[in-house]
């Protein structure tokens, strides 16, 4: 249901694999030919995950679900993380369909799209939303950050690309 990499605090790099059973699986020595799994998270709610996105500059895992509630989690090694919170979207129980990081040295912006449309942009130090957009009129499929242009990209099922200037 959705996969990223990230760093962990320990400095080892681990596959992230959600479900929809509510599991992330940490899988990591995912460079040799032996590799070891196991459950990383597992959300309370045992919410359907729909998206992973992650920020190598703060060991941070972000997870969406099929309420559309983003949960932040701290990884701490390839054997498991911990939850820092959970933010409720308020749209109505509707998915999250895509996200994507922005993140340089001194800013860390996390883009969350949804199934009606919108994104939102939150800042991920103070998980303060910073906008939401009325981006697409239908689900947004996917986003991409371009930080040398200072842009990102969104896609929707309106059949619309959009660019964006990242102020």
């Known amino acids: 249901q959705g996969i990223t990499s990230v760093v962990s605090k320990s400095g080892k790099e681990v596959?992230?694999?959600?479900?929809?059973?509510?599991?992330?699986?940490?899988?990591?020595?995912?460079?040799?030919?032996?590799?070891?799994?196991?459950?990383?998270?597992?959300?309370?709610s045992g919410s359907p995950i729909t998206y992973l996105a992650s920020s190598n500059n703060h060991n941070l895992l972000f997870i969406g679900d099929t309420?559309?509630?983003l949960h932040v989690c701290q990884v701490e090694s390839p054997q498991g993380g911990k939850l820092l919170k959970s933010i409720e979207l308020k749209n109505h129980n509707?998915?999250?369909?895509?996200?994507?990081?922005?993140?340089?040295?001194s800013v860390c912006y996390l883009?969350?799209?949804?199934?009606?449309?919108?994104?939102?942009?939150?800042?991920?130090?103070?998980?303060?939303?910073?906008?939401e957009i009325a981006a697409h009129f239908r689900a947004v499929t996917s986003m991409s950050v371009n930080l040398k242009l200072n842009r990102f990209i969104s896609t929707s099922e309106d059949t619309y690309l959009n660019v964006w200037k990242v102020n």
């Not at 992230?16 to 959300?43: A, M, P, Q």
């Not at 509707?94 to 040295?105: A, D, F």
């Not at 449309?117 to 906008?131: A, E, H, P, Q, S």
Request: contains cysteine.
């Open 15 to 44: 596959i992230c694999v959600g479900n929809s059973l509510g599991e992330v699986y940490f899988i990591d020595n995912v460079k040799e030919e032996s590799y070891n799994n196991s459950v990383g998270l597992t959300l309370k």
């Open 94 to 105: 509707h998915p999250i369909t895509s996200m994507c990081v922005y993140e340089n040295e």
């Open 111 to 131: 883009f969350v799209g949804d199934l009606l449309g919108k994104i939102r942009v939150y800042d991920v130090l103070t998980y303060n939303m910073i906008i």
């Open 67 to 69: 309420q559309g509630i």
